[in-house]
């Protein structure tokens, strides 16, 4: 009886047959960090954005608006969750670095005219150089993240926003001071003014928003993950898990903690930039420790470390005064008053996520879409 030897297939044949009846075994690293990665995320992705763009045809302009900065706040959420998720640098300054890009772009692409400063410029310089600003006051806090952690660091970062409150609160030549406040940028791209009370192209003030706002969405999502799953996010998680065990196998901390707040304080800049621009009138009081807490609310009632766990973090809080309005019908008027509903609810979301759920909604999608993969069977 004679041998045949035969050679190794092909990467081409196994690609061709070797794979076909498993189409969802991955032979590489480069297949495992592929930005949809699956058949099914790449068709529920698609299906998402379509769908978002249906919506502002279904809703009306104030729940649109609702939406609108919830979109925005999601970029933020992003930004924080690079920091704090990813490399974990718990980081309670977000609030100061939203200002810095809020007040970034007001002053670039305010009125000149106005009584505060402002320089007219597009949207297209004002934007990024709210993010590049805030990126730079975002690298002034890396070196003391080489030195301090967990609870120092936070207490460091806390500190930026009583600083930051009292610097806006006294520069009135640009934030005009407190209970006064200043417009902010003007909304216009492209020759398109997304501020115009009548319809452009026969698109509402709040559906023009509404898909401005989905597009910047869109853009800092896939940049925000395509970071998580680059080296630089694998150093991240590596800081994270253990600091002194990712210098042992060469990773720079000074280099990666420096990027983490950098990067994390360029999309709060863009976000603070963003936001204020489309609410129209801010003052210095925004930017509170109240403000910071929020967003720290949205990581982790959305998920820590997830992408999509962020954007539904900031999409359920921008959509929590109107829970608490609904709620507040059917508690005593005499009892509690609608921000102290609101305030109740906060605390106790973050606590019962932290308790119950600790990965958050994106935790509770992950254990749906497991059940129904895995249906009938319990495993």
């Known amino acids: 009886m004679s041998t045949v030897l035969r050679s190794a297939p092909s990467k081409q044949a196994r690609k061709s047959t070797g794979l076909r009846g498993r189409p969802l075994l991955r032979t590489s690293y480069d297949q495992d960090l592929t930005l949809a990665n699956t058949p099914a995320k790449r068709r529920g992705v698609i299906g998402i954005v379509i769908a978002s763009f249906l919506v502002p045809f279904l809703l009306t302009d104030d729940l649109l608006q609702v939406l609108t900065l919830g979109m925005i706040s999601a970029v933020g959420a992003i930004g924080l969750n690079l920091v704090t998720g990813y490399a974990g640098q718990v980081s309670l300054g977000h609030a100061f670095f939203i200002g810095v890009g809020a007040y970034t772009g007001a002053v670039l692409g305010g009125d000149p005219d106005s009584a505060v400063l402002g320089y007219g410029l597009p949207m297209w310089i004002w934007l990024p150089a709210g993010g590049i600003v805030a990126a730079l006051a975002g690298l002034l806090v890396g070196p003391l993240a080489v030195r301090l952690r967990g609870l120092y660091l936070a207490i460091v970062t806390l500190g930026l926003v009583f600083l930051g409150d009292h610097i806006f609160r006294e520069a009135r030549n640009i934030t005009g001071g407190p209970g006064v406040g200043r417009r902010g940028a003007e909304l216009e791209l492209f020759g398109i003014d997304f501020s115009a009370m009548e319809p452009i192209a026969g698109v509402s003030r709040g559906q023009a928003q509404f898909f401005l706002a989905l597009v910047f969405l869109i853009i800092f999502a896939i940049l925000g993950r395509n970071i998580a799953r680059s080296g630089v996010g694998r150093a991240f998680g590596a800081v994270r898990d253990r600091d002194v065990a990712a210098a042992v196998i060469g990773v720079d901390l000074t280099k990666y903690k420096m990027m983490a707040f950098a990067m994390s304080s360029f999309f709060a800049g863009v976000t603070g930039a963003l936001y204020y621009a489309v609410i129209g009138v801010f003052e210095p009081g925004a930017f509170s ?89 319990s495993y």
């Open 289 to 377: 420790l109240l403000l910071s807490i929020q967003y720290l609310a949205m990581v982790l009632i959305g998920g820590v470390a997830t992408i999509s766990g962020s954007i539904m973090g900031a999409l359920f809080i921008a959509l929590l005064p109107r829970i608490s309005q609904f709620i507040a019908h059917y508690v005593p008027g005499e009892l509690l008053t609608v921000f102290q509903l609101e305030a109740i609810l906060y605390g106790l979301l973050i606590m019962g996520f932290l308790i119950f759920e600790p990965r958050g909604l994106f935790g509770i999608w992950t254990r749906i879409r497991n059940y129904w993969k895995g249906w009938p069977f």
